[in-house]
């Protein structure tokens, strides 16, 4: 039996998608609580947003003054497609380089109210979706933006790192 494409998963419709660097998302994971289910694909993580947060992003970078910066930061929503990742260990797949759940959907309920989303007016508390336990999206976004600029500064070539005796120490 050959294999065949891999199976893409429609978004925008139960969910969309956060994509980011794969070490700035995994450095987002080690700083926030519970997000909703996330899946490594290739050389990025993809965190499940709620419906409709795609559209959201761009404003929410503007609005917290992330806004103009490469940050490789990406969304896909309504018509856009992921691939699927594997369900939980399933044999073999990690050595195909195939897309991998990190934390998949809970079997047998529902996950959309789990998923990060904006906040709903007067709701305080930090809680996206319906109570998940999820960050809300604004949190979620500026913790990813602040992870990818960190992940883009690592990498950068570190030249003149150490300037010894190219520059006089001034003191007054």
Do not use: K, Y
Not at 24 to 41: E, H, Y
Not at 44 to 49: I, K, S
Not at 54 to 80: K, M, N, R, S, Y
């Amino acid at each position: 039996m050959e294999a065949g494409p891999p199976v893409r998963l429609l978004t925008g419709l139960r969910f969309d998608v956060l994509e980011l660097p794969a070490d700035a998302g995994a450095a987002l994971l080690r700083r926030i609580g519970p997000t909703g289910p996330v899946a490594l694909l290739g050389g990025r993580m993809a965190l499940l947003v709620a419906a409709g947060s795609a559209d959201e992003l761009p404003g929410l970078l503007d609005w917290l003054e992330w806004g103009g910066i490469a940050l490789g930061l990406t969304a896909v929503g309504a018509g856009g497609r992921i691939t699927a990742p594997a369900p939980p260990r399933w044999p073999g797949v990690a050595a195909q380089g195939a897309a991998t759940w990190l934390r998949p959907p809970g079997p047998g309920r529902e996950t959309e109210p789990t998923l990060p989303s904006l906040a709903p007016l007067g709701r305080s508390g930090g809680s996206g979706g319906s109570g998940g336990g999820a960050p809300d999206l604004v949190r979620l976004v500026d913790a990813a933006a602040t992870e990818c600029h960190r992940a883009r500064l690592l990498r950068m070539p570190r030249r003149n790192a150490l300037r010894t005796n190219t520059q006089p120490l001034a003191f007054s």
